[in-house]
């Protein structure tokens, strides 16, 4: 270890202690990021390349504040970037070239307030606010980019409490409300959505992950969603975040939802692992791979931490529980590459004063090792460097 902290102080901010050090990740948070001024509440982030240096820069959507671009020096360490728009009720962020210019432009939707962000970036992290060139509003809690119309360009979907939307983009950075000929009209109130060629068909699929009755749309190859199967599960779970990954090594996308507790006293919090045939048909397997869980997980992240071929597993947690060790706010998991998941405690340091409501994945010190962003709602962001 003493050998290990040596290297940790070289490549990592000179932090290595035996409180910090651990064996895949460290936190340096203090030295790499700046502080939050104004709302504390980091609800969701993009890790890209925002000024087009090459490095992995941040987009973070703030609950009840003005949202945030963060520049990477190259080495991980990140300064704050003037971003101007409305402080608003944000909860996501997307990312994406709109205007089909060559860099990479923002959208961040609102929940109550409704009040949305659409910023025109001009190739260096100099962002122009367009927001009024969106279609419409509504209580959103997340948005993706997926191509709908299979046009090139990147088109918005957005998870509404209420019927979702579609947005095609004319390839220019102009949105047209195409929701009701595109995507089924739920009243549901939706949390997050997962894309990915779930059926192997060539097209991109959604999953919803909603409050009560999570929802899984198939793509026509037109862009025309239509509903199909999940496994029932025999109490209503709320899931906060859906995540599509190879979990067992076979090539196709395989489903897990991280589910709470929060607004719904009735709601099982078990975290739920669906494998996948190929085809799209799922088979809920959590009671044999997942161990039994009663936490608030408000993110996961699927990464091969310990680098031997298959995807681990990072969930996040609302870290507010009293006896319940707010300290491990992170919590890891082994994959014995078949998708049986085991907890691997150390593999994160204990942070404290922080809430995961999401995980961004990116090599954001150019190490080649892959890192973690941790958005936190009520608390300072956090930084962890991969070590191996």
């Not at 070239?97 to 025109?120: A, C, K, P, R």
């Not at 609302?318 to 998708?339: C, E, I, P, T």
Request: a negative charge; aromatic letters at 8%; glycine letters at 12%.
């Amino acid at each position: 270890m003493d050998q290990l902290c040596v290297l940790v102080a070289v490549i990592s901010f000179g932090l290595c202690s035996p409180d910090t050090a651990t064996p895949y990740f460290i936190d340096v948070s203090a030295e790499a990021l700046p502080p939050k001024s104004g709302s504390p509440n980091a609800m969701g982030a993009t890790a890209a390349d925002l000024d087009g240096d090459g490095d992995a820069d941040l987009a973070i959507a703030i609950e009840l504040g003005s949202n945030r671009v963060l520049l990477n020096d190259g080495t991980g360490r990140f300064s704050e970037a003037p971003l101007d728009g409305p402080s608003g009720d944000h909860e996501d962020v997307a990312v994406a070239d709109y205007d089909g210019d060559g860099d990479l432009d923002l959208v961040f939707i609102g929940e109550d307030d409704q009040v949305l962000g659409y910023h025109l970036n001009d190739g260096v992290a100099g962002f122009t606010d367009v927001s009024d060139r969106l279609p419409n509003r509504a209580t959103s809690n997340t948005v993706v980019t997926v191509d709908v119309d299979g046009d090139g360009d990147a088109d918005l979907v957005t998870a509404n409490a209420g019927p979702d939307f579609v947005w095609v983009n004319d390839g220019a950075g102009g949105f047209t409300d195409e929701s009701a000929a595109r995507l089924p009209q739920y009243d549901d109130i939706s949390q997050d959505i997962a894309v990915g060629d779930v059926d192997g068909d060539g097209d991109a699929d959604l999953i919803f992950g909603n409050e009560e009755q999570n929802r899984f749309y198939l793509n026509d190859g037109a862009g025309r969603f239509a509903d199909a199967p999940l496994p029932l599960r025999a109490t209503p779970e709320e899931t906060r975040d859906a995540d599509l990954s190879d979990v067992d090594g076979d090539g196709d996308l395989d489903l897990y939802f991280a589910n709470v507790r929060i607004f719904n006293a009735d709601r099982d919090q078990q975290d739920r692992l669906l494998l996948n045939d190929g085809h799209g048909r799922f088979t809920d397997v959590t009671a044999t791979h997942l161990s039994p869980d009663d936490e608030l997980t408000t993110a996961a992240a699927f990464i091969d931490y310990d680098r031997d071929g298959d995807l681990d597993l990072i969930r996040g947690r609302m870290g507010d529980l009293g006896a319940r060790r707010s300290d491990f706010v992170l919590l890891a998991f082994a994959n014995d590459g078949a998708g049986h998941f085991t907890a691997a405690p150390g593999v994160v340091p204990p942070i404290t004063g922080a809430n995961a409501f999401d995980i961004e994945l990116a090599d954001f010190n150019g190490d080649g090792r892959p890192d973690l962003f941790v958005a936190s709602r009520g608390g300072p962001d956090r930084l962890l460097i991969g070590l191996k």
